[in-house]
């Protein structure tokens, strides 16, 4: 009976994963195959392969400067946000999880309640702070901001990872002479790799989706991000389905690889910070 019931969970369970996964892949496939579509095919024969294949959405798109540009401007900011959050919430988690001072629990959950401020509701006074130091049309505008919502969750994330690490080792660095700050740039950060890239892939995915912050911050559109061109590219291409459908497609592309390149570092890191 108990075999029976297992063997139903399971089939459930394939079930369900099934559902969701198809849930993921059909929009993504169904754009994937309407960009080597024309709009005629796209009113025919919607959910059909291309036929004829029209590979000049996307060839048209990868050869615009455009598109490289926005792509390089996404990059940049997301990779400037990682080394930002990353490297303050680190020192934070370290002192949090290593030592112990009164008010430090208080303190920590300050920085989790930051978990339930929903960004939108900061919009508004942060444009007029943004405007008032003059960053309005510069990168650090948004890279600045976007640290600040990121120090929640990944302080959290390394402060469960940093207090797992054993004290004895604390201590056998403490009697070879390291002091606190040596303990944690020579030996803490280094053992901590799989936190430290579990977090750096979530802020990069975070600053990668952001439409919002930067839409508001970057009225130049030399510093547009990926992001906000697919919302401009598919206003100025409104009637031009498939050409908007091989953008969108381009603009999802990069954030996939990095993200399947590095999506065994994330469960590994997460596995080992929940763990901790």
Sequence with gaps: MTGTRGHLRKTVLHVVSIVIGALIVVPIGFGVLGGFKDNGQLSTNPLGLPDPWVPG????????????????????????????????SAMAAFVFARFAFRGREALFTLFAAGLMFPFAVAILPLFILLRSLGLLDNPLGVILPQAAFGLPVTIIILRSFFRGIPGEVEEAATLDGCGAFAFFWRILLPMARPALATVSVLAVVAS??????????????????????????????ADDTARVLAYVVLSMVPALAFYAVAERRLVAGLAGSVKG
Excluded: H, K
């Design 57 to 88: 959405n996307y060839t048209g798109i990868l050869g615009s400067e455009v598109f490289w540009r926005q792509l390089a401007n996404s990059t940049l900011i997301a990779l400037a946000t990682v080394v930002v959050v990353v490297g303050a």
């Design 208 to 237: 990668w989706n952001n439409f919002m912050l930067p839409l508001v911050v970057f009225t130049d559109q030399n510093w547009w991000t990926l992001p906000v061109g697919v919302q401009a590219f598919q206003g100025q291409y």
